[in-house]
C-alpha cells in the first residue's frame, strides 16, 4: 500500500510538473536567468505560427503552441499564416513574413492574423504580465484594435 501511494504522489508531482511547464515561456535571450517581470514573453496565437524570433529558427511554434521569454527591445519575428480549421486549416502564405517591433519588459505580446479585404491584417497585441506593484489596480491591455505599432521586414 505504501508503494502504491508513492508511485501515485510521484506520477501526480510529475503530471503538475509538466502542466506547469506548458504555459512557462521558453528562454529565447543569452545570459543569465532573469525573472519574469524583467523580461518580455513572445506568442504565437490565431492565425500564426512562428518561423524564428530574430533569426534564429530554434524558436518556432505552432498557433497557441509557442511562448518565448525574451530581453525587452527592438525584436524581429518570423511568422507564417494559417487559415483556421473552417478554412481549411491549411498553411496559406507560403513565404513567411517577418516583422520587428519594441517589446517592454514586464509584457507579452501576441502575434494574431486573418483575412481582410482578401489580404492578411496583422496585429501584435500587448498586455501586462504582472500586477503593477506601485498600485493597488493591475495594469489594463492596450484597448485599441489596431494592437501595437510595427514594421514590416520581408
Known sequence: MLQFARLLL??????LVVACSINSPKKAY???????SELSVLSCSFGTAFVAIDG???????PFKCNYAVKPGKHQVT????????AGGRWV??????????????????????????AWDIKVWEWPQIKDKSSKST????????GIDFKVIK
Open 10 to 15: 510521484l506520477s501526480m508531482l510529475g503530471l
Open 139 to 146: 495594469k489594463k491591455a492596450k484597448s485599441d484594435n489596431d
Open 30 to 36: 543569452t545570459g543569465k536567468e532573469q525573472p519574469l
Open 79 to 86: 511568422m507564417k499564416f494559417y487559415k483556421n480549421a473552417k
Open 93 to 118: 502564405y507560403p513565404e513567411p513574413r517577418t516583422i520587428e517591433f519594441t517589446t517592454k519588459k514586464g509584457y507579452k505580446y501576441s502575434t494574431w492574423a486573418h483575412i481582410k479585404d482578401g
Open 56 to 62: 534564429n529558427k530554434e524558436f518556432s511554434g505552432a
